[in-house]
Structures are given as structure tokens and as C-alpha cells.
């Protein structure tokens, strides 16, 4: 072998060991509820694997910090995700910023805990309006999009990923809502995943158990932290940096055929016999 070809195989053999099957390198993915938090985390993420993030939230002031006017591969998406006519103006935007929509994470979600016998209806909607019919909406706008492009010839649309929790399957109590969201997202999910893999679309759900973020902070204060902790074989809560990994995972080709499934993260606190 001449010293040309020797150098062409080595480089050969680096580029298939460098190779990231988890790269997201020229993929558009909306992030919702990424402002702060997994949804902020999810997108820096995004970002780092090269591909382009579209932020959605209600906070202007937090997105304009995290996005700026410098960030190329970042878009700032201000509003309300149970508006039925947001969602598909995100997807809009975000086309003509990046050309097409590859990803969605349906990550946003809100508390507003009450023990059954005092929650107010009001506090029941809010918190199914946000989990479900936002998850509901930009499922359908994006899934939509992806479907026109596969009947075009597209051979990978793009992923979606579901966000859950462990409330969903195993409830909690005074948040009867946000259990029932939760558990709902998984149906919607399978739902989706059945509907959409014949266009190659695939659809996942990452359930997360108890993560260091400002709505979880009451259970990690000194009153609850010492029974949580005790649920978790790893002992310990996980970061926000942490949960986002399998999130990106699933929208990227490494999980090519994984599609219909809930993905437990949450440090061995829900296990299956």
C-alpha cells in the first residue's frame, strides 16, 4: 500500500470512529417551556450537537437573554402554546429562518397543586391546557409539516419527543391535574407513534422523575427531601443538563428505530419486573 493510500484508509477509518450518531448537525428542533430550566438545557443541547433551536415560552425578558441578537441558530417564539393559531406560526417562522422543522420537544408545563376536594376547575384546565392541548397543538402543526415533506420524498421528516414524569404513572398526591396530564401525554404519544410511522416520523416520550428545577424545589426542600431521596436508588437528584442527553438522543439518528416508547430517566425510582 503507497503512502497516498495508507493516509486515504486512515482518514477513512478516523472519519467512521469521530462519527456522532447523535448529531443534529443542520436540523431545526422547537423546544417549548425553554426559557429556563430542562426546556433551556434541551436547546443549549440542540445547539451544541450543530443543529438549530427554536425556543418557545411566554417569558419575552428570559428568552431575549438566552437567544440575543447574535445567537444564528437560535429563535426566540413568544406565546401562549394553548393558542391554537401559535402553533403553526412557529412552524412558519421557524421555516423561514432555517428552511424546515426536524424536531419538536414538547417539554413545557406548569403546577398548580390543590387536593382533590379543593381544586378549583380553573386550576384542573390550566394545567391540562398547557401539558395536553399544547403538546396537542404543536404536534399537529409540526407533524403536518413533516408529513408534507415525506409525501415529498423526504426520507427522514424528523422526531418528536413528549415530555412526561413519573407522576403520570404512579400519581402524586395534591396534583391530581398534573398526574392526569402527565399520564395523558403517554397515550398521546403512542397515539402519534402509530399514526405517523409510515411517513418515517417517529414519536417518543422521556418521563422524568425529580429534577433540579424551580418547580420542583418544594419537594427538595428539608420537608420532602429526605423521603425523596430515599425512592431513588441513585440517591441523588438529576440536573437539568442531565435529562436533556436522552431527550436529544431520541430526536437524533441513534434512535432511527426506536418510535412508540416512554423513556423512564429518573434514577432507578420507577422499575419494571
Same mark, same amino acid.
Given at each position: 500500500?503507497?503512502?497516498?493510500?495508507?493516509?486515504?484508509?486512515?482518514?477513512?477509518?478516523?472519519?467512521?470512529?469521530?462519527?456522532?450518531?447523535?448529531?443534529?448537525?443542520?436540523?431545526?428542533?422547537?423546544?417549548?417551556?425553554?426559557?429556563?430550566?430542562?426546556?433551556?438545557?434541551?436547546?443549549?443541547?440542540?445547539?451544541?450537537?450543530?443543529?438549530?433551536?427554536?425556543?418557545?415560552?411566554?417569558?419575552?425578558?428570559?428568552?431575549?437573554?438566552?437567544?440575543?441578537?447574535?445567537?444564528?441558530?437560535?429563535?426566540?417564539?413568544?406565546?401562549?402554546?394553548?393558542?391554537?393559531?401559535?402553533?403553526?406560526?412557529?412552524?412558519?417562522?421557524?421555516?423561514?429562518?432555517?428552511?424546515?422543522?426536524?424536531?419538536?420537544?414538547?417539554?413545557?408545563?406548569?403546577?398548580?397543586?390543590?387536593?382533590?376536594?379543593?381544586?378549583? @376547575?380553573?386550576? +384542573?384546565?390550566?394545567?391540562?391546557? =398547557?401539558?395536553?392541548?399544547?403538546? %396537542? &397543538?404543536?404536534?399537529? $402543526?409540526? #407533524?403536518?409539516?413533516?408529513?408534507?415533506?415525506?409525501?415529498?420524498?423526504?426520507?427522514?421528516?424528523?422526531?418528536?419527543?413528549?415530555?412526561?414524569?413519573?407522576?403520570?404513572?404512579?400519581?402524586?398526591?395534591?396534583?391530581?391535574?398534573?398526574?392526569?396530564?402527565?399520564?395523558?401525554?403517554?397515550?398521546?404519544?403512542?397515539?402519534?407513534?402509530?399514526?405517523?410511522?409510515?411517513?418515517?416520523?417517529?414519536?417518543?416520550?422521556?418521563?422524568?422523575?425529580?429534577?433540579?428545577?424551580?418547580?420542583?424545589?418544594?419537594?427538595?426542600?428539608?420537608?420532602?427531601?429526605?423521603?425523596?431521596?430515599?425512592?431513588?436508588? @441513585?440517591?441523588? +437528584?438529576?440536573?437539568?443538563?442531565? =435529562?436533556?442527553?436522552?431527550?436529544? %438522543? &431520541?430526536?437524533?439518528? $441513534?434512535? #432511527?428505530?426506536?418510535?412508540?416508547?416512554?423513556?423512564?430517566?429518573?434514577?432507578?425510582?420507577?422499575?419494571?419486573?
Amino acid at each position: 500500500m503507497t503512502g497516498t493510500a495508507e493516509a486515504t484508509a486512515d482518514q477513512q477509518q478516523s472519519s467512521s470512529i469521530i462519527a456522532n450518531p447523535m448529531s443534529l448537525d443542520g436540523r431545526t428542533v422547537i423546544v417549548t417551556g425553554a426559557a429556563q430550566g430542562i426546556g433551556l438545557a434541551i436547546a443549549d443541547l440542540v445547539c451544541a450537537l450543530r443543529g438549530n433551536a427554536v425556543l418557545v415560552d411566554r417569558n419575552a425578558q428570559a428568552l431575549e437573554q438566552v437567544c440575543g441578537d447574535t445567537a444564528a441558530n437560535r429563535l426566540a417564539q413568544v406565546g401562549d402554546i394553548s393558542d391554537p393559531a401559535f402553533a403553526q406560526a412557529v412552524v412558519t417562522q421557524a421555516c423561514d429562518r432555517f428552511g424546515a422543522v426536524h424536531g419538536l420537544v414538547n417539554n413545557a408545563g406548569i403546577t398548580r397543586p390543590a387536593m382533590l376536594g379543593k381544586m378549583a @376547575l380553573d386550576d +384542573w384546565r390550566q394545567v391540562l391546557d =398547557v401539558h395536553m392541548t399544547g403538546a %396537542f &397543538l404543536f404536534m399537529q $402543526a409540526v #407533524s403536518q409539516h413533516m408529513v408534507d415533506r415525506a409525501k415529498q420524498g423526504d426520507a427522514a421528516p424528523g422526531a418528536i419527543v413528549n415530555v412526561s414524569s413519573d407522576a403520570g404513572v404512579q400519581g402524586t398526591v395534591g396534583q391530581i391535574n398534573y398526574s392526569a396530564a402527565k399520564a395523558g401525554i403517554a397515550g398521546m404519544t403512542m397515539s402519534g407513534a402509530r399514526e405517523l410511522a409510515r411517513y418515517g416520523i417517529r414519536v417518543n416520550t422521556v418521563a422524568f422523575g425529580m429534577v433540579e428545577t424551580p418547580m420542583t424545589e418544594v419537594i427538595r426542600g428539608e420537608k420532602f427531601r429526605d423521603t425523596y431521596l430515599s425512592r431513588i436508588p @441513585l440517591q441523588r +437528584w438529576s440536573a437539568p443538563e442531565e =435529562v436533556a442527553r436522552p431527550v436529544c %438522543f &431520541l430526536l437524533s439518528d $441513534a434512535a #432511527s428505530y426506536i418510535t412508540g416508547q416512554r423513556l423512564s430517566v429518573n434514577g432507578g425510582s420507577q422499575m419494571c419486573a
